[in-house]
C-alpha cells in the first residue's frame, strides 16, 4: 500500500499481496480443470466446450493479473471517491459524489475485517479488498489528517474538534 497526500487530496494505491501459496493452488487448480475440460471435450458440446475455454483462460488471466499487474487506486477529494481499477494496462474508474457517501469501514465485519466499505444511498460500495485491517485504519486516518471536512461526512461520528482541542 502505498499513501500520497497532495493538496485536497489523498490517494492510496493497493496492490495485492503475492504469498506463493495461495498462487501455487490457484495454478494447480486451473490446471487440474484445463486437464479436465481439454479430456472431456469429445463429451462436450461446441458450447460447453466454449464456456469451460473461456473459464480457463479467465482463470490464468487473473492469476496472471494477481502476480504481475493488478493495482487499486483509490482517491479522495473534497467532491470524490474515485476507484480506479487496473490490469495490464485496461483501467475502470468508478467515481461517487463525496456529498452522497457515508458509514466509511471496514468490510466483513463479521468476518476478518479487510478492505473498505461505505454506504452510497442505500447501497454498499466496497473497495480496497487487498487492504489489511491495520492498513484500513491507516487510510482512514490519514483521511482524517488531510481532508477533515470529507471525514465529517463519512464518518458522521468522529468528533474533529476533540482532536483539535488536543493540539491546543
Not at 493497493?14 to 504469498?19: E, G, I, K, T, Y
Not at 483521511?143 to 474533529?160: C, F, K, N
Given at each position: ?12 494505491t ?12 490457484q495454478?494447480?487448480t ?19 466446450f466454449l464456456?469451460?475455454?473461456l ?9 496472471f493479473?494477481?502476480?504481475f499487474?493488478?493495482?487499486?487506486v ?6 470524490y ?8 494496462g ?6 461517487f ?10 468490510q ?8 473498505l466499505q ?5 447501497r454498499?460500495?466496497e473497495?480496497?479488498?487487498y487492504?489489511?485491517e491495520?492498513?484500513?485504519?491507516e487510510v482512514?486516518?490519514a ?6 471536512g ?12 476533540r482532536?483539535l482541542m488536543?493540539?491546543?
Amino acid at each position: 500500500m502505498e499513501m500520497v497526500v497532495a493538496s485536497g487530496l489523498l490517494r492510496v494505491t493497493v496492490q495485492p499481496s503475492q504469498h506463493w501459496a495461495p498462487l501455487t493452488f490457484q495454478a494447480v487448480t486451473a490446471a487440474a480443470f484445463a486437464a479436465l475440460v481439454f479430456s472431456a471435450r469429445p463429451r462436450m458440446s461446441s458450447l460447453e466446450f466454449l464456456f469451460a475455454t473461456l473459464s480457463v483462460l479467465g482463470a490464468i488471466v487473473a492469476w496472471f493479473g494477481h502476480l504481475f499487474g493488478w493495482e487499486e487506486v483509490i482517491e479522495f477529494d473534497a467532491r470524490y471517491l474515485r476507484i480506479r481499477n487496473e490490469v495490464f494496462g485496461w483501467e475502470r474508474t468508478r467515481e461517487f459524489p463525496i456529498a452522497e457517501c457515508s458509514d466509511l469501514g471496514p468490510q466483513d465485519l463479521t468476518g476478518s475485517p479487510h478492505g473498505l466499505q461505505c454506504r452510497l444511498g442505500r447501497r454498499t460500495i466496497e473497495f480496497g479488498d487487498y487492504l489489511s485491517e491495520q492498513q484500513g485504519i491507516e487510510v482512514v486516518s490519514a483521511l482524517e489528517d488531510a481532508l477533515p471536512g470529507v471525514v465529517q461526512t463519512l464518518l458522521p461520528s468522529v468528533d474533529i474538534s476533540r482532536d483539535l482541542m488536543k493540539l491546543v
